[in-house]
């Protein structure tokens, strides 16, 4: 039996943890945390320190982690590696709720440029991160919080061959029509609604009421409260029971589809990785990796005069124009910090400073495929 090799096991870690860009990202800061680099945030004043590292999240789907040399100046180069955290998925539309044929569905869009026919007749279920209301008192704050459910949800069933024979000749996939999940259906519903009535104990509807032709009653706190029209009552329940919060908190969701199936170390002789998400968060776990290991020994950074640093940037399969893109101001804004707070009185000195620095894009390479020889990837 061949040796697991022990990177190839941490890398499967990381993929198992990170099903959306908000999660690898959380992913990344315990990592962070844990090799000793301290968070700073964009909304604050940075006293940053030779021989220190540090790191800042933007939008919690973008991060940037660097580690000062304890002979550097400003003005001195910055070493970088980028990557990113997002992939090609299937997100849930800000209006999701779908009612046909006795069917409760959920609407999505495609993310990027994915096989899309890859994401038929899996067990697939939704992540990424809620908009929580919270109240205390009189006032009112919101907050972020990550959610994932690990049961399988949702299925995008395949039309049977006998009412589409002509799928033999090249499956053809509709992104709006067919492309949408399966949540539940209505008499499933009026039967759990049933049994309740009837007195049976064993039976339980996800704590919440839900009528036939989709217009779904939630309970909280003893009163009934109409659920969002754009989204399931059963879906949002989902959520906020994994969440460990309440549906009526949840005030917004940014949630994508992911695979049940974990990711794993596979082939006779374990050569190989099965996953989902390989482009781009196996560059960004190397990337990662690589700055953790390189400053982890107490005098890693003594003869360094630059600074190291890895970005994971958000929506790059989308063309990286956002906020948090590598389109964006954040690399700049982070090189910009960074030499004003070792320097006072000379300017021109980031300018220098770009000038000696150099910038390594780590995308996943697509090189050869041995059942398709005539495409090769250059």
């Known amino acids: 039996m061949a040796a697991v090799d022990p990177i190839a096991t941490d890398l499967v870690d990381f993929l198992n943890a990170s099903p959306t860009a908000f999660h690898a990202v959380d992913e990344a800061k315990k990592r962070l945390t844990k090799a000793g680099f301290e968070q700073v945030s964009e909304r604050e004043n940075w006293k940053l320190e030779c021989g220190k590292k540090y790191f800042f999240t933007r939008n919690h789907s973008t991060i940037v982690a660097f580690a000062i040399g304890e002979r550097y100046a400003a003005g001195n180069g910055f070493h970088i590696v980028g990557a990113h955290t997002d992939s090609p998925c299937l997100k849930v539309k800000p209006c999701s709720k779908i009612s046909k044929a006795g069917y409760l569905e959920v609407g999505v869009q495609p993310y990027g440029g994915g096989l899309w026919h890859t994401w038929f007749d899996r067990d697939l279920t939704v992540a990424g991160r809620l908009i929580i209301k919270e109240k205390r008192d009189r006032s009112v704050s919101y907050s972020h919080k990550l959610v994932r459910i690990h049961d399988p949800i949702l299925r995008i069933p395949t039309l049977a061959i006998h009412l589409d024979r002509g799928v033999t000749d090249g499956f053809k996939v509709n992104e709006q029509n067919h492309l949408v999940p399966v949540l539940a259906t209505s008499v499933k519903i009026e039967l759990q609604k049933l049994g309740q ?179 090769v990837y250059m």
């Open 197 to 375: 009535q009837n007195g049976e104990t064993n039976v339980k509807l996800v704590n919440s009421e839900v009528k036939a032709d989709g217009n779904n009653v939630l309970e909280s706190d003893g009163k009934k409260h109409i659920s969002n029209k754009r989204h399931h009552s059963l879906l949002l329940q989902l959520i906020a029971d994994s969440a460990c919060c309440k549906a009526d908190e949840v005030c917004d969701f940014e949630l994508q589809l992911c695979d049940t199936q974990p990711s794993t170390i596979g082939g006779a002789m374990k050569e190989f990785i099965y996953s989902g998400r390989l482009d781009n968060l196996c560059m960004s776990f190397c990337s990662l990796k690589a700055l953790i290991d390189s400053t982890t020994s107490e005098d890693s950074l003594h003869h360094e005069s630059g600074v190291r640093m890895v970005a994971l940037f958000d929506h790059e399969e989308v063309g990286s124009k956002s906020a948090q893109g590598a389109g964006s101001p954040v690399m700049l804004d982070a090189l910009s910090r960074i030499t004003n707070s070792f320097n006072s009185f000379y300017t021109q000195l980031l300018e220098k400073a770009i000038q000696r620095s150099f910038l390594v894009s780590a995308d996943m390479a697509h090189a050869i495929h041995p059942n398709y020889m005539v495409c």
